[in-house]
């Protein structure tokens, strides 16, 4: 490859990763599966070793993936004692004898490796003193993790107190994984199928999204469980880490059963093979075997790269495949307007279950993979819930066959199609008249996180087709007569509709906002706009200048916010939903004192709490909030990482610029309350 070309390549995969790393850790909504993750960042690593001018210290081969949430941080962030790495992976034995052959090149003693199961979880570090868990956090971004004490606490499996007069170190941490059995993961999504709400793709990402909810109460219905298998302690540094393990379980801790050590590379790779299969009949999600160096001398000599440790390797197992013809393909209208085309498949057995269809994404992948209908095809269970197509087996292919011609015409309504160009993605335009983008505004608005109203998705689809429902405010003036006509509605079913519509109207404004399905506002986004703007006459009259001076408010956003509003019959909606009573501005809250009253305080860097709740605070206490420095500022709030333009207006003015410590005592003189003394539980609002 020449130069030029792989730095090119480099720069595209560094992207790429990145990209997919937020899917993953962030989203916990993964968008290719872990091979094929496996494979980008393989493909780079190998780039940046052939070409080492382009090494750069940014690169994702450098850095662990991170979880930290960024935007309204719900959750207290602490550094971990010792960083948190990641473990080297392969998925070919060859690669697993060349792991050993360096480990036996760094020592001339006798060694044995300890074999684990590589459970598919999210990580967590917990923190024990004086044998009580005082602290876990989520990996984050290896270094600092999120606080998600309360929520770890209600997984029965880990000990709040461990046993009494065990030998426990006074403080260490131990690393392990959160995990979602399958018995709890289908649970959860058979209840969320009932809810319409959105299914989770695998356990994995259903553990590491339950761990990151608000309502510990509600952690404790999801059925997590953990193993540890990493403990970091003085007076455990000189022995095994198999032992290390033992003595932990005898303090109370939870630790795998099925670990085994091997003293030969051979016995290694027995232990996979028999786990390749085994792992089937296990009641939670593995995906491949750990394999560690056991002595800990021998760890301290081999050392770590700038993100793995040399005295371990991860070896994975490959996603498993089928193949199979392709019957058909529909292409699909979402919500948003977005055409997927999904392969309809002959059925094939996979992982334990019948695949029909398969997914196939966009018109770029059909294009790449030039997948065309009759294809034999292999289709592979990646992170997603649908399967995917990954190749075609060209040696089957119908020599009369042609290649598939994605739709120009919307296949709802006929609308000409647009490509949105940074997606990929092909959209109907036609939001406000095209059937499943109906049907999908009323569905969105009528979901738990949205307005909580107690109707189906076939109930709405019955509804729209009978243009009973048009608009959002037509759900608030149904008669009785229609519920009625609707499949297996009854009396009950009428009056716990009723009684959702009624409970509606006192829904806050942030949530409203967000039922209203106005693009790219999420549930987040809503809650920040609604602090920002207060009511919707004031969001509805904000320049794109005053929407972009928003925090995490960009130029799409700020469009598609003008866009909306921009449509008369969006007005509309917004003036009957007023008039049936849905709240359209932030609940005033009696202020808990006058302490900052007439101070209009600029807030930026992070604090020890969560920035909505040094804003919410401000406010709690009379003062205002700028959105800019001014000359009418009172105070410029610095926390951690202050943004340096504003540090150096706020100097130019001559503004005060105040320390957290030193804004509690102005808040608070006497100490009477501060954020920290609220409750536990994250106060968004
Ligand atoms: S040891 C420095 N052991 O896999 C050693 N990790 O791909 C750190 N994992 O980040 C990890 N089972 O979240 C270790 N038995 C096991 C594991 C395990 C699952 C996870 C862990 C790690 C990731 C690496």
Redesign the pocket.
């Known amino acids: 490859m020449e130069q030029n070309e792989a730095r090119h390549r480099i720069e595209a995969l560094r992207q790429e990763i990145n990209a997919h790393n937020r899917h993953y850790y962030l989203e916990n909504a993964p968008q290719i599966s872990d091979y094929e993750f496996d494979l980008l960042l393989k493909e780079l690593i190998q780039l940046e070793e052939l070409y080492p001018q382009f090494k750069s210290a940014d690169s994702p081969t450098n850095k662990?993936g991170s979880d930290l949430e960024t935007s309204n941080a719900p959750f207290r962030q602490y550094a971990h004692l010792h960083p948190?790495?990641?473990?080297a992976?392969t998925y070919s034995i060859e690669e697993l004898r060349d792991f050993d052959s360096r480990v036996r090149k760094g020592t001339s003693s006798a060694f044995t490796y300890n074999c684990?199961?590589?459970?598919?979880?999210?990580?967590i570090n917990l923190l024990y003193r004086n044998g009580i868990l005082v602290r876990a956090l989520t990996?984050g971004d290896g270094t600092t993790g999120d606080d998600v004490t309360r929520n770890v606490k209600t997984i029965k499996s880990i000990p709040v107190q461990l046993k009494d007069g065990s030998g426990y170190p006074p403080e260490f941490e131990i690393?392990?994984?959160v995990y979602m059995p399958f018995d709890s993961f289908n649970k959860l999504n058979y209840q969320r199928e009932l809810e319409e709400e959105p299914l989770f793709a695998n356990p994995r990402n259903a553990a590491a999204g339950s761990l990151k909810m608000l309502s510990s109460k509600e952690v404790a219905q999801r059925g997590l469980d953990c193993?540890l298998?990493?403990l970091i302690a003085p007076g455990y540094d000189d022995s095994l880490h198999s032992k290390s393990l033992e003595d932990a379980a005898s303090w109370g801790l939870p630790v795998?059963e099925h670990?085994r050590k091997c003293s030969t590379i051979d016995q290694v790779i027995e232990y996979i093979r028999e786990w390749d299969e085994r792992r089937h009949s296990l009641p939670f999600p593995?995906?491949?075997v750990?394999i560690?160096v056991d002595q800990y001398a021998l760890q301290r000599e081999l050392g770590f790269t700038a993100k793995?440790?040399r005295w371990?390797v991860?070896y994975k197992f490959k996603p498993e495949e089928a193949l199979t013809k392709i019957e058909s393909i529909d292409y699909q209208v979402g919500r948003t307007g977005a055409v997927t085309p999904v392969a309809n498949l002959s059925p094939v057995l996979l992982s334990g279950t019948t695949v029909k269809r398969a997914t196939l994404h966009n018109a770029d992948q059909i294009q790449i993979l030039d997948i065309r209908i009759g294809d034999y095809v292999y289709v592979e269970k990646g992170g997603e819930i649908i399967p995917k197509i990954t190749r075609v087996e060209l040696s089957r292919r119908d020599s009369s066959s042609s290649p598939e011609v994605f739709p120009s015409i919307c296949p709802s309504c006929g609308t000409p199609l647009v490509r949105d160009p940074q997606q990929a993605k092909f959209f109907c335009p036609n939001s406000d008249g095209c059937p499943p983008q109906i049907e999908g505004k009323f569905i969105h608005f009528a979901s738990r996180k949205a307005m909580d109203i107690n109707i189906g998705e076939v109930a709405i689809h019955q509804l729209c087709t009978r243009e009973y429902i048009k608009e959002l405010q037509d759900l608030y003036s149904l008669d009785d007569l229609q519920l009625l006509s609707l499949d297996k509605w009854k009396g009950k079913s009428v009056e716990n509709f009723r009684s959702s519509l009624e409970k509606s109207k006192s829904v806050p404004f942030s949530r409203v906002l967000y039922s209203l399905g106005i693009r790219n506002i999420g549930e987040t986004t809503a809650k920040t706009l609604a602090s920002a703007f207060k009511n919707i006459d004031a969001l509805k009259a904000a320049s794109k200048e005053e929407l972009l001076a928003v925090e995490d408010v960009g130029e799409t956003l700020a469009d598609s916010i003008i866009d909306w509003f921009s449509q008369p019959r969006h007005l509309e909606t917004v003036e009957q939903l007023r008039k049936f009573g849905l709240q359209f501005s932030l609940e005033e809250k009696a202020p808990v004192s006058d302490t900052l009253k007439g101070m209009t305080i600029m807030i930026t860097g992070n604090y020890s709490v969560p920035r909505e709740t040094m804003k919410y605070y401000i406010e709690a206490h009379s003062g205002k909030v700028g959105s800019s420095v001014t000359s009418s500022t009172t105070y410029l709030l610095a926390g951690s990482k202050a943004g340096s333009s504003k540090l150096e207006k706020a100097r130019k003015l001559g503004i005060p610029i105040i320390t957290e410590d030193e804004f509690y005592k102005i808040a608070a003189p006497e100490g009477s309350s501060s954020p920290k003394t609220e409750p536990d539980e994250p106060t968004l609002f």
């Open positions: 662990v948190m790495l990641s473990l992976n684990e199961l590589k459970f598919d979880g999210t990580g990996r690393r392990g994984e193993v298998y990493h795998s670990s593995t995906d491949g750990v560690k793995t440790p371990a991860a």
